[in-house]
């Protein structure tokens, strides 16, 4: 019997690995916040992706070597909707930094094959927040070819994204200008605005249409009494 090998581009990369983007509503809430500021740090950089819960596969033809990070940043490549990161379609540039926001359901050893896929794959950064014990780790890639574990998050700032780290109450992030991140209350009520702006602007188009329209019924029956009107 004669079998066929599947080729490469024949090989499917599922978009979803069937997991929830997150378990509860506080690390929702946390997801949000840092996917969502990113976004708008590097709003003028055409090419600095950022992306939340998608897919990235580092090796092409291995479509089971994954994982989701809950926020990621890649610095040389464009923005763009994509159904998961395929790492070689995009001129092999691995995400260089990712976070990751703690649920109840996560275990040390989930997390720990976490941190070996990050060191492993590229990543020159990594974030682990817990927000129920309000604890932050980070880890940083150095002259080693492992990810370096930060000794203080507290006051620490991103070597690539220039964010810096502080830990009170509970985790706050600032822009490089000193700019807290939005909370998550702010960034809904920003979107919301931003619907809203979007739906007066179609019904003022929308207006617009219909002003147009009645012109037109108007020099159509003006055309029908007199004539065409000569220029």
């Known amino acids: 019997m004669v079998t066929q090998q599947q080729t ?3 090989i499917i990369y599922p978009e979803s690995d069937g997991k929830p983007m997150a378990d509860n509503t506080k690390q929702f809430r946390w997801i ?15 090419d600095v992706f950022v992306a939340g819960d998608l897919l990235w596969y580092p090796v092409e033809g291995n479509n089971r070597l994954s994982t989701a990070p ?5 610095f040389g490549r464009p923005k763009g909707d994509r159904g998961s990161y395929q790492q070689w379609r995009e001129e092999n540039i691995p995400p260089q930094v990712v976070f990751e926001i703690l649920s109840p359901s996560n275990t040390p050893r989930e997390m720990s ?6 060191s492993t794959y590229g990543v020159e950064e990594y974030y682990l ?53 939005f909370s998550f ?6 979107l919301d605005q931003e619907r809203q702006r979007a739906e007066h602007a179609e019904q003022r188009a929308e207006q617009e249409r219909q002003r147009a329209d009645e012109m037109e019924v108007l020099l159509q029956q003006y055309r029908d009494r007199f004539g065409e009107i000569e220029p």
């Not at 809950?70 to 890649?74: F, R, S």
């Not at 094959?113 to 990050?118: T, W």
């Open 32 to 46: 949000v916040v840092i996917e969502q500021n990113l976004e708008w740090l590097f709003a003028d950089r055409t």
């Open 8 to 10: 490469s581009s024949e």
């Open 129 to 181: 927040y817990d927000p129920d014990g309000n604890q932050l780790s980070g880890w940083c890639r150095s002259e080693d070819p492992w990810l370096d574990q930060i000794d203080s998050m507290n006051g620490w700032i991103s070597p690539r994204l220039g964010i810096r780290f502080e830990l009170g109450e509970e985790l706050q992030l600032y822009r490089p200008d000193g700019v807290p991140f």
């Open 185 to 190: 209350a702010a960034i809904n009520q920003m």
């Open 70 to 74: 809950d926020t990621m940043v890649v």
């Open 113 to 118: 094959r976490k941190l070996l896929f990050y």
